[in-house]
């Protein structure tokens, strides 16, 4: 018998496959990463195979690249692409004003490089990820190994309580060595104990220490949001 | 017989030596990379031997770190320290409000990372390095491999007229594969056939294209400036 899906995964793949219809024909599509991007392009691939529908795709991970391959949607290098019409991309959290946190994946350098070079960024999520204040979610920052913990230091002198995240093995437990994005850096993860109440100047001041390389803030990226939620029924906020 | 010093070098190690007068016992020092640097690590080492003055120093490059060691002058590792007493380094270009390019030999954010945790940055030219405006000297740009093509668009879409370094063979000629800095990213050399107008206006636009690292501007961080003069007199710029 099969296990019957958490309502958290209903809501993920309500989004995503919500998502999926907002792709037409001839379309250079940017796939997220993640679990709820995860479902989208999985209803992208029984789209394009169920209908006269042919796009091409850039992705933001090895993970979404392979799902998008072995369905059969053709890549492109992103070195050969200047503009996206569209990248659906999930994130860890969305607030009223549409500024996210994203990164939870450590995919958060491709993701912006993706995100601001289209058109729209359609970002689907659980109603989990709504949120009035950012920050309960750990802020990711890619820093360079060089002076990682110099860096570590400077970060915390904002008032940050930084740690960098570390590998972990299959069964989830953590390793002691420091986890590596694709970048080939390591990242920080910012608790905010009362949440982040200026993202806009954290950002700033995060970014103006030499050895950050980018920070999970995104802002004025977001199109329109859609919602999933657990019974299956999905909200689009435009 | 000996080759005669060209001018140029005797200034530069007019103010690299200058500099090494400043450096006092106790000190924990930030050495800079380059050839002006070069005569100042010369002359430090032969400081420390000659009197009883004893210093520790942090490296922003492999060559200095091993100038250093080989001069007996015993190296810290980067991530033990919080803040250098003083950092000794060189410039490609300084302007009149101390604003200065940096990066001509690929080290700029670690440079930038030194300079930014030391009490002073005292930074040693020749005299051809003061410009009226920067940017005669081409600025390097730090970026990240993954979707480099597309970051060197979006940099020229700025206006700016960037191209990749490349590495060069031992006769300097430049060979087809691009230069990779210490921290395994590429860099973009932007040339400003006009001069750069407004640095810190086009700082900003730069740093806030995703898969920019680092650019080589250094705002606010030079202290004294020793210049050195083909004679081997020097200045001193408070």
Same mark, same amino acid.
């Not at 992103?78 to 503009?83: L, S």
């Not at 220490?209 to 999970?216: L, W």
């Given at each position: 018998m099969n296990q019957p899906i958490p309502p958290k995964d209903i809501a993920k793949r309500a989004a995503g496959h919500a998502a999926a219809k907002l792709i037409h024909d001839g379309m250079l599509v940017g796939l997220g990463t993640g679990s709820t991007a995860f479902y989208f392009i999985e209803a992208l691939i029984e789209r394009c195979a169920s209908s006269n529908i042919k796009i091409s795709a850039v992705a933001t991970s090895e993970r979404s690249a392979a799902q998008a391959k072995a369905g059969g949607i053709p890549l492109y290098d992103?070195?050969?692409?200047?503009?996206?019409d569209i990248t659906v991309d999930g994130a860890d959290e969305i607030d009223h004003q549409k500024r996210m946190i994203k990164g939870g994946g450590g995919a958060l350098l491709r993701e912006k490089i993706l995100a601001s070079i289209s058109r729209e960024m359609v970002v689907i999520i659980d109603k989990?990820?709504? &949120?009035?204040?950012? *920050?309960i979610f750990p802020l990711p920052v890619e820093v360079v190994p060089f002076a990682h913990q110099l860096t570590l230091s400077r970060i915390n002198k904002l008032g940050c309580h930084g740690s960098f995240r570390r590998k972990k093995n299959g069964d989830n437990t953590t390793l002691n060595e420091l986890y590596v994005t694709d970048n080939g850096n390591y990242i920080v993860d910012i608790a905010f104990p009362q949440g982040c109440h200026s993202p806009e100047q954290t950002n700033n001041a995060l970014k103006s220490?030499?050895? &950050?390389?980018?920070? *999970?803030f995104f802002f004025h990226l977001a199109g329109r949001v859609i919602v999933g939620y657990p019974d299956g029924h999905i909200k689009i906020i435009p």
């Open positions: 992103i070195n050969k692409v200047t503009t996206l989990e990820k709504l &949120v009035d204040q950012l *920050g220490i030499p050895g &950050v390389v980018e920070t *999970g």
